[in-house]
């Protein structure tokens, strides 16, 4: 039975919807709405859909696989409308299932896509076609498919399937669509590019002040010891390729300074640096920080939030503490490193991952190997070039310009008079284990800097309290010539033996 509407073309609710989906900053929303609109105010379209061009990722189990011409990239459906009679519903799922795939060229909507021409098919002619006879079955009478383009290119197809056939008036109007949607996607899609990238400076910012903070703690790369000598010549081998790099050392050695100079010396200096403190995010958390999420895929994710992958797009992702990482993540990290793509938390599509990793560590990751604590694959994969980063005791020869340097930067940042270092100062600093490594140098020049009131800077440093420090003390400042490692009292306290060169 034919409709009794009235069918006829109406150009104001036409203007009207082309006006709505003009003003639409979401594709999602913008295809939806077009659909919705359109079989809802037209009683002899059974259909509409809105498909695009996108990227292959469904075509392991596609069913078109065998005769799909070009595997990166097809037809997605991105919204589809359908009003049948009772009894065709579930037959009709097929024309809005957003997990429908169709290739270039095959079927009508993939020549239209390809060709970029307007195809319309009539009652005999949807019958002689095997793949779209069933349609008559359900009452289409015409399909009409139209390509959606902007500037040149070819975005997708907008296809409808009336009930009656498509009167040749009506045709132009099908054209005069897909141009106006051609024009509003782009719109929408450039509005959700700004939003992405808005998003994208935003966490940028978070994180450089996040490296602020941490890097008020190592200062730069000072010193004229052999070992750092050694670092600064391995980073100028590696920072131009796009080799990942694993910077080994105790806490507080200065790894991060280590990783920026590697990122500063690189082709891709003029990315971002984004730094990522594995020890600090809980367990449940670190896919939606690596990758990040979409609104809805978990309790709390209100709305979509890229990850520290997307964040670093084009630039480096320094992953500090990568020992921290869990198991069940590590498989998706060492997939970034492969095959450099990923996916968001509650997202079906891959995204790519123009990013280099340097990782750190103050672990041995081979005995989280041979413990089953860290992945052996991803373990090799990272350690293409490592680093190792000497700690402070170790070249207590830089302590000296180390100092200097501290205390210029405590005096300018702190405002306070300029103190005096003296060579009595300079033994006892060289003299102290250092556990804490620059970090800790850091923080007693700067207590020591408050204290002096621009007068001779006084150490606060335990003296003789442990077995270490008295063997330190009577060895001379720099340990006359021996490396020291600590140990463990009978009762647990920390000392320190000398070892040998």
């Given amino acids: 039975m034919k409709p009794t509407t009235d069918n006829r073309f109406d150009p104001n609710s036409a203007a009207q919807l082309l006006l709505d989906i003009g003003n639409e900053h979401s594709v999602d929303l913008l295809v939806h709405k077009l659909v919705s609109r359109a079989v809802n105010e037209r009683q002899n379209l059974a259909c509409v859909q809105v498909w695009l061009v996108d990227k292959g990722d469904l075509c392991s189990s596609c069913p078109h696989k065998a005769r799909c011409p070009d595997q990166s990239r097809c037809l997605h459906l991105k919204a589809g409308e359908v009003r049948f009679p009772p009894g065709f519903e579930a037959t009709s799922l097929q024309l809005k299932d957003s997990g429908a795939r169709n ?13 970029g021409k307007q195809i319309v098919l009539q009652d005999e002619e949807l019958e002689a076609d095997s793949e ?11 399909v009409s498919g139209s390509p959606i383009s902007f500037k040149g290119e070819i975005l997708g197809v907008a296809a409808a399937y009336a009930q009656e ?19 509003a996607i782009a719109n929408a899609r450039a509005f959700e590019e700004i939003q992405r990238l808005k998003a994208q400076l935003e966490m940028q910012n978070a994180y450089l002040q996040e490296e602020v903070v941490e890097a008020r703690a190592f200062g730069s790369l000072v010193g004229q010891n052999a070992a750092l000598r050694q670092i600064i010549s391995q980073i100028d081998l590696v920072a131009p390729t796009e ?64 990850g520290r992958f997307e964040t670093a797009e084009a630039g480096t992702i320094f992953l500090d503490e990568i020992g921290e990482v869990p198991l069940e993540i590590q498989s998706k990290l060492l997939r970034v490193l492969q095959e450099k793509r990923y996916e968001r938390v509650g997202e079906d599509r891959s995204r790519q991952a123009n990013v280099r990793v340097v990782a750190a560590t103050n672990r041995d990751l081979k005995k989280a190997v041979a413990a089953g604590r860290f992945r052996e694959d991803l373990y090799y994969r990272l350690h293409v070039f490592p680093i190792q980063v000497l700690p402070l005791r170790e070249r207590t020869d830089d302590i000296p310009l180390l100092a200097k340097h501290f205390i210029d930067l405590s005096v300018r940042e702190l405002k306070c008079v300029k103190p005096r270092l003296t060579r009595a100062g300079v033994a006892k600093l060289q003299s102290y284990y250092w556990p804490g490594n620059v970090r800790e140098l850091r923080n007693v020049i700067e207590r020591a800097v408050i204290l002096a009131r621009g007068g001779t800077l006084e150490f606060d440093l335990p003296v003789a309290t442990h077995a270490f420090d008295a063997q330190r003390a009577s060895s001379g400042p720099a340990g006359a010539g021996r490396k020291w490692r600590p140990t463990r009292s009978p009762h647990g306290s920390r000392t320190a033996t000398p070892r040998a060169r």
């Fill in 103 to 115: 290739p270039l060229g095959v079927g009508v909507v993939g020549r239209v896509a390809a060709d």
């Fill in 132 to 142: 779209l006879a069933w349609l008559r079955k359900l009452g289409v009478c015409g």
């Fill in 165 to 183: 056939k498509i009167a040749d008036e009506a045709l132009p109007w099908g054209l005069i669509f897909a141009n106006h949607i051609g024009a």
């Fill in 243 to 306: 080799a990942s790099v694993i910077i080994l050392g105790e806490t507080g050695t200065g790894k991060e300074l280590v990783a920026h100079e590697i990122h500063r010396r690189s082709a891709r200096k003029d990315g971002p640096l984004v730094r990522v403190n594995c020890s600090s995010i809980p367990k449940e958390l670190f896919e939606s920080e690596f990758f990040g999420h979409v609104k809805g895929a978990f309790t709390g994710a209100i709305k979509d939030r890229p």
